[in-house]
T-cell receptor, first 113, second 113 residues
Framework: DVKVTQSSRYLVKRTGEKVFLECVQD?????MFWYRQDPGLGLRLIYF???????EKGDIPEGYSVSREKKERFSLILESASTNQTSMYLC????????????FGSGTQLSVL | GDSVTQMEGPVTLSEEAFLTINCTYT??????LFWYVQYPGEGLQLLLK?????DKGSNKGFEATYRKETTSFHLEKGSVQVSDSAVYFC????????????FGTGTLLAVQP
């Protein structure tokens, strides 16, 4: 089975801290995604990567950056965490190809105090 | 822009009841449509999909038919079980091999014994 692993289930940080969320997939998928999930808003795409060192902004990239130095790993970076970034963050991966299903990690619940 | 609208929850049903969760979409062209499910404490997983008009996706007793004339993709199940309690997300995909999806806000289903 494909496994998408997010490094932390719960994370508490302070305003202004630099935060790294890590995601690793074990099935050689080309595409990787970072979404945030908020009640009443569903999932919103933050960033997307289709290859090593390649990235595209999603719908809500402000305040975030990403890094993909190896195919299996996709990191989300909050340069200076703010309280409005308190959320559930979901990483996903998929093969390159139309209508391939996304495989999701279990999520990281980030609280910024 | 493209969007997905789902009925608001929570939806509370008794075991063996009939389930419908409404989903409508706005998109140009010919999107693919998906239902993802999120069980408590887990990431999302694909439940079913349909890639063209009049296609029916089905899995685990759930069904949804891609209706272009009504821009809808309603999820149905004839007899729900307690184990179906979860959050259900409708999503559309347009960008082919990138598999970027636009998600609805999610509908919480609670099934009581």
């Amino acid at each position: 089975d494909v496994k998408v692993t997010q490094s932390s289930r719960y994370l508490v940080k302070r305003t202004g801290e630099k935060v790294f969320l890590e995601c690793v997939q074990d099935m050689d998928h080309e595409n990787m995604f970072w979404y945030r999930q908020d009640p009443g808003l569903g999932l919103r795409l933050i960033y997307f990567s289709y290859d090593v060192k390649m990235k595209e902004k999603g719908d809500i990239p402000e305040g975030y950056s990403v890094s993909r130095e190896k195919k299996e790993r996709f990191s989300l970076i909050l340069e200076s965490a703010s309280t409005n970034q308190t959320s559930m963050y979901l990483c996903a991966s998929s093969l390159w190809g139309a209508n391939e299903k996304l495989f999701f990690g279990s999520g990281t619940q980030l609280s910024v105090l | 822009g493209d969007s997905v609208t789902q009925m608001e929850g929570p939806v509370t049903l008794s075991e063996e009841a009939f389930l419908t969760i409404n989903c409508t979409y706005t998109a140009t062209g010919y999107p693919s449509l998906f239902w993802y499910v999120q069980y408590p404490g887990e990431g999302l997983q694909l439940l079913l999909k349909a890639t063209k008009a009049d296609d029916k996706g089905s899995n685990k007793g759930f069904e949804a038919t891609y209706r272009k004339e009504t821009t809808s993709f309603h999820l149905e199940k004839g007899s729900v079980q307690v184990s179906d309690s979860a959050v259900y997300f409708c999503a559309l995909g347009k960008e082919g091999a990138t598999n970027k999806l636009i998600f609805g806000t999610g509908t919480l289903l609670a099934v009581q014994p």
